[in-house]
């Protein structure tokens, strides 16, 4: 079994920071970790890639938040991080955590629950 718990989401001013963490839980010694990520949700609005890292280390970032948004890993722990400074109203939404595993020749993809994210004027 593959679980996804997302954690450090909460209300903040614009301009002020949050570190998003996402702690995989993988049962399955035989799954591969390909790359993880974070998208988020906005009221009324479709879900949206924010920010993916591979395996290798490569990352891609949804272009209103380069500059602002880091993601990294910490592989001893299995977890993938967003850290967002500089935030802003529009970033407001639920942010999932997303993973994409591999097993033989076969892809799958988990989901956290979400955590919310609020960015008061």
């Known amino acids: 079994q593959v679980q996804l718990v997302e954690s450090g989401g909460g209300l903040v001013q614009a301009g002020g920071s949050l570190r998003l963490s996402c702690a995989a839980s993988n049962s399955r010694s035989d799954f591969s970790l390909n790359a993880m990520g974070w998208y988020r949700q906005a009221p009324g609005r479709q879900r949206e890639l924010v920010a993916t890292?591979?395996?290798?280390?490569?990352?891609n970032y949804k272009d209103s938040v380069k500059g602002r948004f880091t993601i990294s890993r910490d592989d001893a722990k299995n977890t993938v991080y967003l850290q967002m400074n500089s935030l802003k109203p529009e970033d407001t939404g639920v942010y999932y955590c997303n993973a994409r595993m591999g097993w033989r020749t076969y892809e799958y993809t988990y989901w956290g629950q979400g955590t919310q994210v609020t960015v008061s004027s």
């Open positions: 890292i591979t395996s290798g280390g490569s990352t």
